[in-house]
């Protein structure tokens, strides 16, 4: 089985402010990443995903995230956040697109 | 895009009632899943359906019971509700072959 650890469940930053969020995980077979995102009063959708190839993967509002195998890891990251990003982050595992087991999330609120 | 809808929203009931959750979706993915979110806890997985007449318990232990009788429904059901139930119910689909989950906005349930 798989598991996600996402140990900051609160982040506060100023707006245009840098942003990374933390994502560990620990499973014994090679998986998949991902990270979703929820804005109030909406279902998670999905923001990024790690399946293969290049280590860092973007999404189109900015956010990034890396693969890192040897530190069990795919932290979200972000240059300058926005006062749209306020919302919960989610990371996901998956070995085979059957399951997925995700984090308890992180609450990303930008202040201005 | 994928539509998931659930229904209601809040609900707020006293011991022992029985209650059910309804999921429904539009773009026919076999794939359904119920989850349970609790505050600052992982998101569980408590049962999925990977078609008509398939259900399946997930990894955490629930006492609820679904039904997949179409493609499109997938209710939740408990037959006498308790206060340990009270917790946030999120429903998702997944097309075969495809990585990403689509999810409903759920539903916030309070047993008194």
């Known amino acids: 089985a798989q598991s996600v650890t996402q140990l900051d469940s609160q982040v506060p930053v100023f707006e245009e402010a840098p942003v990374e969020l ?18 109030p009063n909406q279902g998670l959708q999905l923001l990024l995903k790690y399946l293969s190839g290049s280590t860092l993967v973007e999404s189109i509002n900015g956010f990034e995230a890396e693969f890192n195998k040897s530190q069990t890891s795919f932290h979200l990251r972000k240059p300058s956040v926005h006062i749209s990003d306020t919302a919960e982050y989610f990371c996901a595992v998956s070995a085979n697109f059957n399951k997925f087991y995700f984090g308890s999330g992180t609450k990303l609120n930008v202040k201005p | 895009e994928a539509d998931i809808y659930q229904t209601p929203r809040y609900l707020v009931i006293g011991t022992g009632k029985k209650i059910t959750l309804e999921c429904s979706q539009t773009m026919g ?28 318990k997930g990894d955490l232990s629930s006492e609820s019971t679904v039904s997949r009788i179409r493609t499109e429904h997938f209710p939740l059901t408990l037959e006498s509700a308790r206060p340990s139930h009270t917790s946030q119910y999120l429903c998702a689909n997944q097309a075969w072959g495809r990585d990403e989950q689509y999810f409903g906005p759920g539903t916030r349930l309070t047993v008194t």
């Open chain 2, 29 to 56: 993915h076999d794939k359904m899943y119920w989850y349970q979110q609790d505050p600052g806890m992982e998101l569980h997985l408590i049962h999925y359906s990977y078609g008509v007449n398939s259900t399946e």
């Open chain 1, 22 to 39: 933390r994502c560990n995980y620990s499973s014994s077979v090679s998986v998949y990443l991902f990270w979703y995102v929820q804005y």
